[in-house]
């Protein structure tokens, strides 16, 4: 296993640690929620800044879509989150998006392949198979544990959710390919930045959570 992959694994408990104290502690909430939504908007501008330049109307416009939209899921986040009959499509939601990543990190390292796109040398057909299965896998066993119901829609979802993620992924990745840069930032080691971490989120979690109300 390689220096990063140890690094990776590393930070990704701690962020489970961190995820789950969020779920606990309302304060903590509202102040991780905060760090999030600034750190990856800072990340975001620099790559933009990079690509554009600072007098770039095209720099003040993307960050100002971005602000907004960033701001937006994060209220949106916290809404659902506090609230007890909205929590649960959250979870299943965000269980989701890691395991999506997850299974394209897992498919990819194991079987590499053709490569997905041009725009991420990374990213392979394989990846992306493996986190559709992986997302496929928690409903599976939701609907093992009888939590969810093991129908065509649960399944649609979850894939669909899955699809989301994976565009999210490529976008900020085109954006670094634009920008020249490896990583948004590099305060988590073995991920990179915030933005690099939450990137699949950023997509696949509105839209799934959209996609649960419209078809459940």
Partial sequence: MSLKLKKRFVTSFFLFLFLACM??????????LCLIFITS?????????????????????????????ILTLTLFFYLLLINSNTTYFLILTLLICFASDIGGLVFGKLFNGKKLTKISPNKTISGSVGSFFFSFLIILIFSYFNLVGFTFNFIIYAFA???LC??????????????KVKDTGSLLPGHGGVLDRIDGILFGFPF???IFFIMI
């Fill in 208 to 210: 799934g959570i959209f």
């Fill in 166 to 179: 994976q565009i999210g992924d490529i976008f900020i990745s085109f954006l670094k390919r634009k920008a």
């Fill in 41 to 69: 908007f800072y990340e975001f501008s620099r790559l933009i800044k990079k690509i554009f330049g600072f007098k770039s109307i095209f720099f003040y416009l993307s960050i100002f879509i971005f602000f907004i939209y």
């Fill in 161 to 163: 959710t899955s699809l």
């Fill in 23 to 32: 779920f606990v502690d309302q304060i903590f909430l509202i102040i991780s």
